[in-house]
């Protein structure tokens, strides 16, 4: 099993332009979750899931937006990058909503310009 | 004030050492979680416990539900421990994790 996959592992932006991240797992996880991790900060919650077709915002979601069309799969969508969004993110999953440990992947190291 | 406190914020010893790494809580919870980031990034769960204490290796966690205190306690510190050490609260009304800011940990040869 590979676990959860991120891509990609590092990206540069220039302000104003739009990314997606991408996020696997093949774990048949219902729960999933996106992070980002700022120096001296501890994980921040941006959009989680509790299966296919449900969303929900976290802590900041401003700026970001995600889908869930199936279980293995949650994308981060970055609409108009800004310096701001110049962070750490990680991918996670889980079997319920916290109830479990959670699995990471590796995260992406994006930097905006 | 955040509801998951994490203290020490660095922690350097020397190979050896016992270590503690507390985290306290305000809120109420189910359970916690320790984690440990590798240098190169990746986060690994090491424990989740609601009561009690649980151990595993030379890593021992321990929680105290009525003061709302956690701490992670290595034996017989190694270099390969240095790590950043972190703590979520799951939050009992919501189930979300609320998480620590982490413990910078380096373990001198």
Not at chain 1, 84 to 90: E, G
Not at chain 2, 20 to 45: D, F, K, R
Request: aromatic share 8%.
């Amino acid at each position: 099993n590979a676990g959860v996959t991120q891509t990609p592992k590092f990206q540069v932006l220039k302000t104003g332009q739009s990314m997606t991240l991408q996020c696997a797992q093949d774990m048949n996880h219902e729960y999933m979750s996106w992070y980002r991790q700022d120096p001296g900060m501890g994980l921040r919650l941006i959009h989680y899931s509790v299966g296919a077709g449900i969303t929900d915002q976290g802590e900041v979601p401003n700026g970001y937006n995600v889908s869930r069309s199936t279980t293995e799969d949650f994308p981060l969508r970055l609409l108009s990058a800004a310096p701001s969004q110049t962070s750490v993110y990680f991918c996670a999953s889980s079997l319920m909503t916290g109830r479990q440990p959670q699995h990471f992947g590796d995260g992406t190291r994006l930097s905006i310009l | 004030k955040n509801e998951v406190e994490q203290s020490p914020q660095n922690l350097t010893a020397q190979e050896g050492e016992f270590i503690t790494i507390n985290c306290s809580y305000s809120v109420g919870i189910s359970a916690l979680h320790w984690l440990q980031q590798h240098p190169g990034g990746g986060i690994v769960s090491l424990f989740m416990l609601s009561s009690g204490k649980k151990k595993h290796g030379r890593l021992i966690a321990t929680i105290n539900i009525q003061e709302k205190h956690s701490s992670l306690h290595i034996t017989a510190s190694h270099p390969r421990d240095s790590a950043v050490y972190i703590c979520a609260a799951r939050r009992d009304s919501n189930y979300q994790l609320i998480w620590g800011a982490g413990t910078k940990l380096i373990i001198k040869p």
